[in-house]
């Protein structure tokens, strides 16, 4: 294939792609699958004399059978030649620009076709001394863009042209043998961007598709590359792989490879061998209600899900607290959560809304016992209540006993008439002054102890 990159193919870790065109009879796509907005971009482009092509998810989804999520295109247009076509576009990005063409709240991503980075005459891109790049401002042309793409499935371009299929990388042979293979060295390409091994698993738990051989061999050795990955980016990324619908699949992927202990260090101590810990029977509980919400169209919340995840962690952390430094249970979990959500959000950039949601909805978890008198009628009506009560169902799943009973009685609370409601929390017993008095003489005794 031609290229202007003076490079061997092999020293860019890449092979020599073989193209393979399929004409509009030889393949399932059709226009009526994509987008009209797509459409008016890739016909706009096209018109102006420029390649225009549909990338990507775009093709792949389609030829699988499925609707697209998003339709990218790729272009030999440069950002701002696209943004001189459409006064709808806003150009974003500083490791690649993009183009965004706006139609209302649908956006249409376009590409100009990337080049090789290694080439000296356009040195406007840099790598870091582990082979990971961090800008990437480099174009080329359509048979370089191909290259550069992470997997084959992901290397189809459809031609608005002649409404062809140009396939560089095997890709539709893939998509029939049902495997995710990364284009070029496996080990190079992860070391330029580490990102690429976590996508292995989403499109693999997505298109339950097997990962390749020599695509997976290097990335259980490798994982350890994502902790030099901006925490704002793992943050992006760690709702793709968990809120996508196949979370449960990609996290047991994720794990068996070492890729979701580098994400959520904190948790990954809490792992055992028959996986039957308090915090991995969470895990498997929340995302897999997560994945039921998603597949029934229902909305879903990140904050919880991370409440969910981490709350062992910070639980046992606690515990700790209480038993070394003597601290009082309601103020070791409040240190604990401090600790445990600084240490996540240096791994993932957890956005200070969600935190907060976090820290309301464990508080909860000390509050929802305490209901007697007015109190149960107050804490229905706190803005976080459903997503306190949901958790503390879920734990009364994993944990059963007093905490089961506690889910059933705010169950039954909740539907109860307010005579019935009445009646209910006057039922539980209010803690005496003598008790809270010892409670308290008790944590003065710790205290002094640990002095």
Known sequence: ???????????????????????RQEHNISRKQISDNALKVLYRLNGA?????????????????SQPKDFDIATNATPEQIKH????????????????????????????FRGHHQEPSKNVSAQSEEGMLLRDNVYGNVDEDAERRDFTINAMYY?????????Y????????????????????????????????????AKLDFDIEEDTA??????????????????????????QSGHGL???????????FQQMFPAVAEHFTANYDSHTEQMLDLVLDSTDLRIEEGKRVNPAFMFAAILWYPMNKLADKLVAEQGMAHYDAVMEASNIILDQQVKSIAIPRR???????????????????????????????????????????????????????????????????????????????KSGHRRRKTYRNKKSKQSE
């Open 249 to 259: 699949e990609t996290y047991h992927l994720m794990r068996e490879y070492n890729l």
């Open 49 to 65: 004399g420029f390649d225009a092509f549909l990338v990507g998810g775009g093709v792949r989804d389609i030829l699988l059978g």
């Open 169 to 204: 990388a095997g890709g539709v042979e893939d998509l029939e043998d049902k495997l995710i293979r990364l284009i070029g060295d496996p080990e190079t390409r992860y070391r330029e961007d580490p990102v690429r091994m976590l996508r292995a698993m989403r499109f693999a």
């Open 85 to 112: 076509l459409f006064r709808n576009c806003r150009l974003i990005g500083r490791r690649f620009r993009l183009a965004h063409i706006m139609f209302g709240r649908d956006i249409i991503e376009v590409a100009t």
């Open 217 to 242: 061999d290097p990335i259980e050795e490798l994982a350890h590359l994502l902790k030099d990955i901006p925490a704002a980016r793992l943050y992006e990324e760690s709702l793709k792989l968990l």
């Open 159 to 167: 031609n608005i042209a002649d409404y062809s299929i140009h396939d």
């Open 1 to 23: 294939m031609n290229t202007n990159d003076n490079t061997p193919s092999e020293q860019r870790g890449f092979h020599e792609l073989a193209l393979n065109v399929y004409t």
């Open 354 to 432: 969600h935190t907060a949601t976090i820290r309301e909805v464990w508080q909860l978890q000390l509050r929802l016992p305490r209901r007697n008198g007015k109190r149960a009628v107050r804490l229905m009506e706190l803005n976080k209540f459903r997503a306190g009560y949901d958790f503390l169902e879920m734990r009364g799943e994993i944990e059963g006993g007093e905490t089961k009973e506690l889910a059933k009685w705010w169950e039954r609370y909740q539907t109860a008439g307010r005579n019935m409601r009445q009646a209910m929390a006057n039922d539980v017993a209010a803690p005496s």
